[in-house]
């Protein structure tokens, strides 16, 4: 299993909330800090480079703080495909990083918008009874995590109704954004959606962690336009853990 933290930032966070646009082509670049009672846990880097139709969405994270005593981990991460009116169509999806002495790859590789590859190095231990399978239907129609909140909204309104398909390679998970309530807003002139984790495979019957976030995690994520082809992108989050609420936070690079 992938360091969880790192996998949520990605999950949520990949892009800019503001950029340049060099001829039909636009750039956006965001750094993201994630930070547990106000101690830095967490940091990433992301650019995203779209197009009238294609887009490629890279970025590094990296352990921060104390937490780099503990857990010192580094990563990169990049998304690629095509863009056509409100289609997003992934090509090809590559983690890779190095926990400790630990180093894992991930590739997903994909053809008219549907998974045909998955390679994950060094190849996972064979799975326990406990293990939930993932299917050739539970695969129909995912996105990896990058590509699937690139996912155009016809509104604002629409940008917390929308339900996301996501595989990383090893868990199928759906992650279904509603409106937040009026108290729950982060920010006024953002939009909050709540977010419910729903896994459907990929992961171990049981496991505490999947269960807490599944039943009783309080996930907001907190959304503004980029550019202007009907894209958000997510900058601020809060993240119910077991042992606290991890925030995290973006800011434009320039």
Same mark, same amino acid.
């Given at each position: 299993?992938?360091?969880?933290?790192?996998?949520?930032?990605?999950?949520?966070? @990949?892009?800019?909330?503001?950029?340049?646009?060099? +001829?039909? *082509?636009?750039?956006?670049?965001?750094?993201?800090?994630?930070?547990?009672?106000?101690?830095?846990?967490?940091?990433?880097? @992301?650019?995203?480079?779209?197009?009238?139709? /294609? @887009?490629?969405?890279?970025?590094?994270?990296?352990?921060?703080?104390?937490?780099?005593?503990?857990?010192?981990?580094?990563?990169?991460?990049?998304?690629?495909?095509?863009?056509?009116?409100?289609?997003?169509?992934?090509?090809?999806?590559?983690?890779?990083?190095?926990?400790?002495?630990?180093?894992?790859?991930?590739?997903?590789?994909?053809?008219?918008?549907?998974?045909?590859?998955?390679?994950?190095?060094?190849?996972?231990?064979?799975?326990?009874?406990?293990?939930?399978?993932?299917?050739?239907?539970?695969?129909?129609?995912?996105?990896?995590?990058?590509?699937?909140?690139?996912?155009?909204?016809?509104?604002?309104?629409?940008?917390?109704?929308?339900?996301? =398909?996501? @595989?990383?390679?090893?868990?199928?998970?759906?992650?279904?954004?509603?409106?937040?309530?009026?108290?729950?807003?982060?920010?006024?002139? $953002?939009?909050?959606?709540?977010?419910?984790?729903?896994?459907?495979?990929?992961?171990?019957?049981?496991?505490?962690?999947?269960?807490?976030?599944?039943? =009783?995690?309080? $996930? $907001?994520? +907190?959304?503004?336009? $980029?550019?202007?082809?009907?894209?958000?992108?997510?900058?601020?989050?809060?993240?119910?853990?077991?042992?606290? *609420?991890?925030?995290? /936070?973006?800011?434009?690079?320039?």
């Amino acid at each position: 299993m992938r360091p969880a933290g790192y996998c949520l930032v990605v999950a949520i966070g @990949f892009c800019a909330a503001s950029g340049t646009a060099l +001829a039909e *082509t636009e750039t956006h670049r965001l750094r993201y800090d994630a930070f547990l009672y106000g101690i830095p846990i967490g940091k990433a880097d @992301f650019t995203s480079r779209l197009d009238e139709s /294609r @887009f490629e969405v890279s970025g590094r994270f990296a352990s921060a703080g104390i937490a780099r005593l503990f857990d010192k981990t580094d990563g990169t991460v990049i998304s690629k495909g095509r863009l056509s009116g409100d289609a997003v169509t992934p090509s090809s999806y590559e983690l890779a990083y190095l926990s400790g002495k630990k180093r894992e790859a991930t590739t997903i590789r994909f053809s008219k918008g549907q998974i045909t590859e998955t390679v994950i190095t060094p190849k996972p231990k064979k799975r326990g009874k406990d293990w939930v399978a993932v299917s050739k239907k539970d695969l129909a129609g995912a996105l990896d995590p990058l590509s699937a909140l690139l996912s155009p909204a016809a509104s604002a309104a629409d940008v917390c109704n929308r339900r996301f =398909k996501v @595989f990383d390679g090893e868990m199928r998970a759906d992650i279904v954004f509603s409106p937040a309530a009026r108290g729950e807003w982060i920010g006024t002139d $953002l939009i909050t959606c709540r977010a419910k984790f729903i896994p459907v495979s990929g992961y171990r019957k049981g496991r505490s962690t999947i269960a807490f976030l599944r039943d =009783k995690a309080r $996930l $907001l994520v +907190a959304f503004r336009p $980029l550019g202007a082809r009907g894209h958000h992108t997510p900058v601020e989050a809060r993240i119910g853990t077991k042992v606290g *609420t991890v925030h995290i /936070r973006g800011r434009p690079v320039d």
